[in-house]
């Protein structure tokens, strides 16, 4: 695909940067991180988010850089185009070698124009989250056209022309027609897609994906990743990919970047950071990666296997459903949505019941219903012996305090306001264990330590905990009143890989104690498999397969589960390979 870089741009091409101390790149790089320092100013005084990082990005490559949140991933990449606040005060330099190899410059020093033809047209950034980059007020044809108009291209039918191409090539359907859809008419996949065409449509030399998997399903995860190979295959593209998801980089790096604290602390080509890490972190990251068929052991202080005092087999039934539908109305003349269509299941108290599926599934709308905040439509549903299809409010309420629900996102169902103490001890305020928050006190404080949270937790609000820890608050909300069910609705999926594993080996060793039947929710099927007793495959509002996990997981006898389960990247380089090309053999039947 030709480029479309205006004669500025060869200019700026042209314009090279030299330095005694900091060397611009050699050979086959494309750019070189070199001893960047990036610290930023607080009324506590400054922060140091990076520290002395220094890597290269090699031409027609994949880097990779790994760590948890708070390593410096994010603002090493936003660095290579200058993308900082304010605030931000950067040392050593970023060099950046121009697609046609005539120059390199050093991004931290430039301003103005020059700074604009980089964005774009050099280096292109994909976002984590589409919603935040799609404007909603316009079409997707109007963004992508914004990128080439502000770089030179000046004839209209030109640009719709190259936004049309652009769109084909990132595959979205009928892209003639879609071009002039708004961002809300496209599915979350397809909202990546195209912010990997924005970032795509001036050909720049390095594209920088700042986690741009991570809220999405495994099979269009798996479409993503083969999307930016195309970028680095056929657009001779480098990308810089930042992300937690071990597997992601099994299967997509060709080098990568292991950081901790503003520190390089482990750099290499993918097959020796898997087969030969050498340090801790890198080893201790590595290790705490969710595996198929890698079952969760918790053990006690003494060491010994914290298991539950039960068999679920045969506990009582806390949760039926025979035939159950959910139907959402259809609105200006649409007609009506069945979210889930006539599914029959159990959850026995003290089991745990994955529930998996793609986004739109209707994984969520069941976990809603069976805590009674979605209308039953049709068939039956019984929750704690109460018939949920035509159930009363006044019939249900006592009911509500042995549910607990965990969402998805503590920070969005906390109260930024509420302090963590305020935010637990709601849910005991509400049904009258408790007549304050200051009654509450020792109770909430012993909730926190158990989700090993301390005690001064409580005065701290939402923002002042990391998600981990949110996410720990959140469980302790969950479990205050001691719930007969848990609904776990995608508990895990924005965490880093680290804080997963200690979350969910909490997770397993609460519901040994207590003993409450579970229903998990979630798009990652090694998750569930480490969890889950028995485990539920939706699919466009059906069940399409049910059974013991070991079975579901070991030999899955429906086509969709076996694609889910090839989508799943494994982290693993030499495995995931064998595993992307068995991915690609059950999509071409699948369209055979």
């Known amino acids: 695909m030709a480029g479309t870089h205006s004669a500025k741009d060869n200019d700026l091409a042209e314009k090279a940067v030299k330095d005694d101390a900091l060397t611009p790149p050699t050979g086959d790089d494309l750019a ?3 001893d960047l320092s990036v610290s930023f100013v607080t009324d506590a005084g400054p922060i140091k988010a990076v520290d002395g990082v220094h890597f290269t990005i090699p031409r027609r490559s994949v880097v990779g850089v790994v760590g948890e949140s708070g390593s410096g991933k994010s603002v090493t990449a936003r660095s290579i185009i200058k993308l900082l606040p304010e605030t931000a005060t950067t040392s050593g330099a970023v060099w950046l070698r121009s697609r046609d190899g005539k120059g390199a410059v050093d991004v931290l020093r430039l301003s103005g124009d020059d700074l604009r033809r980089v964005r774009g047209g050099e280096a292109a950034m994909v976002f984590q989250e589409p919603n935040s980059v799609l404007n909603p007020v316009y079409t997707i044809g109007w963004q992508i056209e914004e990128g080439l108009l502000a770089h030179g291209m000046k004839d209209r039918k030109e640009r719709r022309a190259k936004a049309i191409e652009i769109l084909e090539k990132v595959g979205i359907p009928d892209a003639a027609t879609r071009v002039d859809y708004y961002p ?13 065409a924005m970032a795509l449509v001036l050909n720049p030399g ?13 099979t269009v995860q798996a479409e993503i990743l083969d999307l930016l190979r195309l970028a680095r295959d056929e657009f001779g593209a480098s990308v810089l990919i930042i992300t937690h998801n071990m597997g992601v980089i099994a299967d997509i790096a060709d080098q990568v970047v292991v950081m901790y604290r503003g520190h390089v602390v482990e750099q290499g080509d993918v097959e020796q950071i898997f087969y030969h890490p050498q340090h801790d972190y890198t080893r201790r990251l590595l290790a705490a990666v969710p595996r198929i068929g890698q079952k969760l052991v918790v053990r006690d202080r003494e060491g010994r296997p914290v298991e539950r005092k039960v068999d679920w087999r045969t506990q009582p039934v806390a949760v039926e459903a025979k035939g159950l539908t959910i139907t959402y109305p259809g609105r200006l003349m649409q007609p009506d949505f069945t979210a889930v269509d006539g599914i029959d299941f159990t959850i026995h108290r003290s089991e745990v019941l ?12 069941t976990g809603r219903a069976i805590a009674g905040l979605q209308k039953v439509s049709g068939g039956s549903l019984k929750v704690l012996g ?13 009911k509500r305090a042995e549910i607990g629900f965990v969402f998805q ?49 409580m005065n701290r609000f939402p923002h002042e905990l990391s998600g981990g820890q949110r996410q720990r608050a959140s469980l302790a909300r969950g479990l205050a009143l001691k719930p007969s069910l848990l609904i776990a609705d995608e508990p895990t999926s924005a965490l880093d ?3 997963q594993a200690k979350v969910l080996e909490l997770f397993k060793q609460l519901q040994a104690e207590i003993g409450f039947a579970c229903l998990f929710i979630t798009h990652d099927l090694a998750v569930v498999d480490m969890l889950a007793d028995r485990i539920m495959v939706m699919h466009q509002g059906r069940i399409v397969e049910h059974g013991d996990a070991d079975q579901i997981m070991q030999h899955p006898a429906e086509p969709y589960t076996r694609k889910l389960l090839a989508s799943l990247p494994v982290p693993d380089p030499r495995e995931q390979r064998e595993h992307r090309a068995q991915l690609h053999e059950l999509l071409a039947a699948e369209q055979a």
């Open 32 to 34: 070189v991180v070199d």
């Open 184 to 196: 809300h008419q496209f599915s979350g996949g397809q909202k990546q897609r195209i912010v990997i």
């Open 206 to 218: 390095l594209i920088l994906a700042d986690e741009p998997t991570t809220a999405l399903d495994v």
């Open 354 to 365: 994955g529930l998996v599926g793609e986004s739109g599934s209707g994984k969520s709308t």
């Open 386 to 398: 109460v018939e949920m299809n035509g159930v009363k409010e006044r019939a249900f309420k006592p």
């Open 409 to 457: 996102d503590p920070g969005s169902s906390f109260d930024p306001l509420m302090t963590i103490a305020e935010n637990v001890a709601e849910p005991l305020i509400v049904h009258g264990k408790y007549s304050s928050v200051a009654d509450a006190k020792d109770y909430v404080g012993d909730l926190l330590e158990m989700v090993q949270l301390p005690r001064a937790y």
């Open 497 to 499: 890989v680290s804080v």
